[in-house]
């Protein structure tokens, strides 16, 4: 094969493997046998679980410039605070911009499909690295199963926050 080839094969498992994942299709526990299945999301820097008591960020290194693909060429996450400033300190070393997103909203059932819809989309149209979509596959996959559930008040209050600073 090609590398043209290995990179189009790439991209199609990846594409697989993401569609596996789509809200629709997910086969996770019920919410009372999560505690049972729970597998922790730990921080790429101190390697401590950010799906328990510290809050976290998914931090993409995303290519300055514009016009460059994949946009996204890799995603962490990592705690709040001084990891998150050592991740986006080494990103910026290396001339990527560095974007953000909150951990605790991929618990959200509603965030946690947009996300999903959002990100399989932009690894379709080749925005995304297949190391990035690798890693996006792991971190939908960890958290789905807090995303079981139907959403409160808080979560749609919190949705809602969210569309809105999207659209600013």
């Known amino acids: 094969m090609s590398n043209g080839e290995l990179l189009d094969r790439s991209r199609?498992?990846?594409?697989?493997?993401?569609?596996?994942?789509?809200?629709?299709?997910?086969?996770?526990?019920?919410s009372d046998e999560t505690k049972n299945n729970y597998e922790p999301l730990l921080c790429w820097v101190c390697e401590e679980d950010l799906l328990g008591a510290r809050l976290g960020n998914v931090v993409w290194a995303?290519?300055?410039?514009q016009v460059v693909t994949p946009r996204y060429t890799d995603v962490f996450w990592v705690c709040k605070g001084g990891c998150d400033k050592v991740m986006q300190a080494a990103l910026h070393v290396l001339k990527y911009s560095s974007p953000?997103?909150?951990v605790k909203d991929l618990k959200n059932p509603l965030e946690h499909k947009r996300w999903a819809e959002v990100t399989s989309r932009q690894i379709e149209r080749g925005e995304?690295?297949?190391t990035a979509a690798a890693k996006i596959s792991?971190?939908?996959?960890?958290?789905?199963?807090l995303a079981d559930r139907e959403p409160t008040p808080e979560d749609l209050a919190r949705f809602q926050q969210?569309?809105?600073?999207?659209s600013l």
């Open 62 to 65: 995303k290519n300055s410039d």
């Open 128 to 130: 995304i690295s297949e």
């Open 12 to 30: 199609q498992l990846a594409r697989e493997e993401l569609d596996a994942i789509r809200w629709e299709a997910l086969n996770v526990p019920l």
């Open 162 to 166: 969210i569309l809105d600073l999207r």
């Open 100 to 102: 953000w997103a909150d």
């Open 138 to 145: 792991e971190l939908l996959r960890i958290t789905a199963p």
